[in-house]
């Protein structure tokens, strides 16, 4: 009898220590996606330069320093569609140093 208990606890803690291996993979997972994302923040997309934020007639954009992309956040392409009643060619006339 003693052998078949032992056996049960060795099976116990197998499978504890297969969740605990699962848990900690997959936290090791998440983390290692965070740090990627992290790394990804705030970069440009095409040449990897750093954006900066820049405001242009109350919309933020995002301008990188090294290629001078310029860059959208979602909801701000629909702000400049509104702004169009207000004059949006003289916003993109300055963004790119152009005067109408």
Not at 40 to 62: Q, T, W, Y
Request: glycine share 8%; with cysteine; hydrophobic share 35%.
């Amino acid at each position: 009898m003693k052998e078949g208990h032992s056996r049960n606890e060795e099976e116990y803690f197998a499978k504890m220590d297969a969740e605990l291996i699962k848990e900690r993979r997959s936290a090791l997972d998440m983390a290692r996606a965070k740090m990627e994302r992290a790394s990804h923040f705030m970069k440009c997309p095409r040449c990897g330069g750093s954006l900066k934020e820049i405001a242009h007639h109350n919309v933020k954009v995002d301008q990188c320093a090294d290629c001078k992309g310029v860059w959208l956040d979602a909801g701000e392409l629909e702000l400049l569609e509104h702004a169009h009643e207000s004059g949006v060619t003289r916003f993109f006339s300055s963004m790119f140093g152009r005067h109408p």
